[in-house]
């Protein structure tokens, strides 16, 4: 029986670099011979797509808060099975972009959702399942709206005012002070060269707990 493999999200505020830095880090978790399921949220499956999909589209009836929380979920309790469960019980790593910690700083550090509700459904859809390394990218909310804005066409997320990127922020940052060891905080604002430093050193960190260190890392 091969052993459980290790899962590992990205997160962080809009125009962090999370894309630009999965990236690196598919690329340097692959060098160093890991067997890798590389997944996002919303999204993964088939399924999971399709909800993706009319959660971003900007849309003429606004979409209620209640009602995003539990697509956001029904989304995630069909990646769980299809997906991020079957790869970490066959002994692969799952590289995750976005996961829960995501639901807590847009749907209730963003939208106000209380977060007894959301570790409700966390309970319902995940059981115990979760990340054991999340690397938070942080970086000021002016500098990430910049950076999102010279991307083009906004979805309906990047619409939000800053005040609502604040809230998210913060709630990310306050996930990761009390979250125990799982959160490695990120400083996203550096030069893309310094960040991806920042991040080889915690790949380094994971091969090494998880024996793979002497491989080409
Ligand atoms: N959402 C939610 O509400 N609740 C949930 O539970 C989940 C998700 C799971 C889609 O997510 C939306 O879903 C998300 C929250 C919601 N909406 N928002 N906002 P997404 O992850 O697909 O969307 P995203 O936040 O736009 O992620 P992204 O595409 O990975 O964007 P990014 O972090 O901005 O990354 P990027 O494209 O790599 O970087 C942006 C630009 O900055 C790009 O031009 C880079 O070249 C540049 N960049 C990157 N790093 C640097 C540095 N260090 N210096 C200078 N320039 C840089």
Request: glycine residues 10%; hydrophobic residues 40%.
């Amino acid at each position: 029986m091969s052993r459980r493999g290790l899962f590992i999200t990205v997160e962080g505020g809009e125009g962090v670099g999370k894309s630009t830095n999965m990236a690196f880090l598919e690329q340097r978790l692959r060098d160093s011979g890991v067997d890798l399921l590389v997944t996002r949220e919303p999204g993964g499956t088939r399924l999971g797509e399709e909800l993706r999909g009319l959660l971003l589209q900007v849309s003429e009836e606004p979409v209620c808060a209640t009602t995003e929380l539990l697509l956001i979920f029904a989304a995630r309790a069909q990646h769980i099975h299809e997906l991020i469960e079957p790869a970490l019980a066959a002994g692969k790593w799952v590289l995750c972009d976005r996961f829960t910690d995501a639901t807590y700083a847009y749907q209730s550090g963003g939208r106000g959702i209380a977060a007894a509700s959301v570790r409700s459904l966390e309970k319902l859809v995940q059981g115990t399942l979760r990340p054991d390394c999340t690397l938070l990218l942080d970086a000021p909310v002016n500098i990430g709206m910049e950076r999102a804005r010279g991307r083009g066409e906004l979805d309906r997320f990047e619409r939000e005012q800053v005040d609502f990127f604040e809230r998210v922020r913060a709630t990310y940052l306050q996930l990761a002070q009390e979250g125990g060891g799982r959160y490695r905080l990120v400083n996203a604002a550096q030069p893309l060269e310094q960040v991806q430093q920042q991040i080889d050193k915690i790949c380094r960190e994971l091969l090494r707990c998880h024996h793979l260190e002497g491989q080409q890392v």
